[in-house]
């Protein structure tokens, strides 16, 4: 895929190629997903993992929750705010949902029951491509940019880690990054997980 192509024509071909999966192949690759997932320790053990619910193709995250629980962690499920940033809330399989302004469930609790984005631990976040130095690209409405952007100048791996979740045809070669992108520390696709701190991406 030339490098030269915009990052708007980037995310319709990547999106489309996602959505010629199969539910068995998207479900298959969901389970492969959770392997790569828990080589890394934080995955495994820190209390608030925040993941979100997959749309449009998305990477599936029931493996995830599933075990979550039986770990006794809390899974967390983004709110778009007013503000434009995203808050995080506890969510349980049959707890309360509501549609969001994107038709996109989250839950349905008091702003007292909501974190902010520094109170989570590990991120689960959605993407439409990514390369090996931690650069993702989204849907291009920039909620995770800004919500996250109190790690732009911290040393990385910082609290939340930030792990990239998608399929393994979504790695892209090069993705340039805008100023105010917030990289990933790790990717995980349904092959790997990869290393994208620093010292493992170059």
């Known amino acids: 895929m030339s490098l030269a192509w915009n990052r708007t024509e980037l995310r ?39 993941g979100y619910w997959a749309v449009a193709g998305e990477m599936p995250l029931h493996a995830v929750f599933a075990n ?29 949902l509501r549609n969001n302004r994107y038709g996109i469930p989250e839950p349905d609790v008091a702003s007292s029951e909501q974190f902010p984005a520094t109170a989570i631990d590990v991120v689960l976040l959605p993407l439409t491509g990514f390369d090996r130095r931690g650069n993702r690209l989204g849907m291009g409405a920039g909620y995770y940019d800004r919500s996250f952007a109190f790690l732009h100048d911290a040393q990385r791996p910082a609290r939340p880690v930030l792990i990239g979740i998608g399929y393994h045809f979504q ?32």
């Open 12 to 50: 319709k071909r990547l999106r489309g190629m996602r959505s010629q999966l199969s539910p068995s192949e998207r479900f298959a690759a969901a389970d492969a997903l959770l392997a790569s997932l828990e080589q890394l320790p934080e995955f495994l053990v820190d209390p608030r993992i925040a």
């Open 68 to 96: 979550l629980r039986a770990r006794d962690q809390v899974y967390c499920l983004p709110i778009v705010t007013d503000a434009n940033v995203l808050r995080f809330a506890a969510w349980k399989p049959g707890a309360a």
């Open 171 to 202: 790695e892209l070669p090069e993705i340039a990054p805008e100023p105010w992108d917030i990289k990933l520390d790790f990717v995980a696709t349904d092959r790997e997980l990869i290393d994208c701190t620093p010292k493992h991406a170059e």
